[in-house]
């Protein structure tokens, strides 16, 4: 059973850099792409953008100047570096694996991290 | 960006009601939309995928139709369990988009 585990600070100060880490169990990070998903306390989900096993990246343009996603396949892990962040970046962030139906392009997330509250606070 | 728009926002209904959720895109999305299920504290969980296919070990009370612009996520007899806020997703171009929300709470 593949399983997801965010780990990183929960709390970063205004201005600096929200770092966070997803190790991937029970499966290859190999093979799938791999996202990064955030939910003010609250509200909605927001995506913020995905990696996928070669290394290629998508961003989601509200948050691209900002945003990093990188991944490490030896340590089965991929992660998250969000630059000068605000309060308005305090959420709970998940990682999630992307999949698709097979020969098509019907994406969707279908495991999930627990999620790692992350709060912006001098 | 497109947009989704999810009604109602809010439902109150009863063990074994019939409940219907509409997704609305603000362009057309083909098949290319997901359900998601949360409960509070947890991460959502997919429900269905390409408007239609019920993900594995997703109960069979949970249908998904629709394509285009407007899609409907139902659940046949609801369930104590099901009581959770629910999400649509579109992939269809980026960045991929969520619906705000429908909360199904009991009666």
């Known amino acids: 059973q593949v399983q997801l585990q965010e780990s990183g600070p929960g709390l970063v100060k205004p201005s600096e850099t929200l770092s966070l880490t997803c190790t991937v169990s029970?499966?290859?990070?190999?093979?799938?792409?791999w996202s990064w998903i955030r939910q003010p306390p609250g509200k909605g989900l927001e995506w913020i953008g995905y990696?996928?096993?070669?290394?290629?990246?998508n961003y989601n343009p509200s948050l691209k100047s900002r945003v990093t996603i990188s991944v490490d396949t030896s340590k089965n892990q991929f992660s998250l570096k969000l630059s000068s962040v605000t309060a308005a970046d305090s959420a709970v962030y998940y990682c999630?694996?992307?999949?698709?139906?097979?020969?098509?392009?019907?994406?969707?997330?279908?495991?999930w991290g627990q999620g790692a509250l992350v709060t912006v606070s001098s | 960006d497109i947009q989704l728009t999810q009604s109602p926002s809010f439902l109150s209904a009863s063990v074994g009601d019939r409940v219907t959720i509409t997704c609305r895109a603000s362009?057309?999305?083909?098949?290319?939309l997901a359900w998601y299920q949360q409960t509070p504290g947890k991460a959502p969980n997919l429900l269905i995928y390409?408007?239609?296919t019920l993900q594995s070990g997703v109960p069979s009370r949970f249908s998904g139709s629709g394509s285009g612009t407007e899609f409907t996520l139902t659940i046949s007899s609801l369930q104590p369990e099901d009581f959770a806020t629910y999400y649509c997703?579109?992939?269809?171009?980026?960045?991929?988009?969520f619906g705000q929300g429908t909360r199904v709470e009991i009666k």
């Open positions: 990696i996928n096993y070669s290394g290629s990246t």
């Open positions: 029970g499966g290859s990070i190999s093979s799938y792409y």
């Open positions: 362009q057309g999305i083909s098949s290319y």
């Open positions: 999630a694996r992307i999949s698709w139906f097979p020969g098509s392009s019907w994406y969707y997330f279908d495991y």
């Open positions: 997703q579109q992939l269809n171009s980026y960045p991929w988009t």
């Open positions: 390409a408007a239609s």
